[in-house]
């Protein structure tokens, strides 16, 4: 069955960076976009970018651009998201996610990970 | 930017139908998501391409698109359906949620 598994918390400063792994299983991981999504405490969900993991092309959101990487290690089925120059407004959990089962929609997430960005 | 609006909450009683709007410009023609998200775990896709229901996923949850309003329905409500629901569509590259709905059983 596919599953995403994502690494544990995460403390950080202001300033620091951020690097949150997704382990794929069950389905090819390098057929299928793995997307970036977080969610801020009581608030909703907020797309951050996609990546190819056959090719590692990438795209993100604006909000995002210069300041996220996303990159993968296809020999362990594994993306990864990067976030620097992290403040406050950056805790959140981050769900990675993928389009198993159709290229529009999200049909298999990670658990996961919270970020918290404190001084 | 694309924006997709949604009501921030709504209740319905056991057993009856909720309804959850998202509303988009022309978003009849874009294909539309549906997450759940209980509290405390991740969102849980429950409607694709419009219409579609994931394996898996109750007969109760069905959905409609057209015009610029895309609709969730919950036939027969369970308490267990308490949720925060979103839309998601995807614009000009980049994904777009609806700022999510509260479905409150009661």
């Known amino acids: 069955q596919v599953q995403l598994v994502q690494s544990g918390a995460e403390v950080k400063k202001p300033g620091a960076s951020v690097k949150v792994s997704c382990k794929a299983s069950?389905?090819?991981?390098?057929?299928?976009?793995i997307n970036w999504v977080r969610q801020a405490p009581g608030q909703g969900l907020e797309w951050m970018g996609w990546?190819?993991?056959?090719?590692?092309?990438?795209d993100s959101a604006q909000k995002f651009q210069g300041r996220s990487s996303m990159t993968r290690d296809t020999s362990i089925f594994t993306a990864y998201l990067e976030l620097s120059s992290l403040t406050s407004e950056d805790t959140a959990v981050y769900y990675c996610?993928?389009?198993?089962?159709?290229?529009?929609?999200?049909?298999?997430w990670g658990q996961g990970t919270l970020v918290t960005v404190s001084s | 930017s694309y924006e997709l609006t949604q009501p921030p909450s709504v209740s319905v009683s056991p057993g009856q139908t909720a309804t959850i709007t998202c509303s988009g410009h022309?978003?009849?023609?874009?294909?539309v998501s549906w997450y759940q998200q209980r509290p405390g775990q991740s969102p849980l896709l429950v409607i694709y391409?419009?219409?579609k229901r994931p394996s898996g996923i109750p007969v109760r949850f069905s959905a409609s698109n057209s015009g610029n309003t895309a609709t969730l329905t919950i036939s027969g409500t369970p308490a267990m359906d308490e949720a925060d629901y979103y839309c998601?569509?995807?614009?000009?590259?980049?994904?777009?949620f609806g700022r999510g709905t509260t479905l409150t059983v009661l």
């Open positions: 996610a993928t389009e198993v089962g159709g290229p529009t929609s999200f049909h298999f």
């Open positions: 069950g389905y090819t991981f390098t057929a299928y976009d």
């Open positions: 990546m190819k993991p056959e090719s590692g092309i990438t």
């Open positions: 022309e978003l009849g023609n874009k294909y």
């Open positions: 391409e419009d219409n």
């Open positions: 998601q569509v995807w614009d000009s590259g980049s994904v777009i």
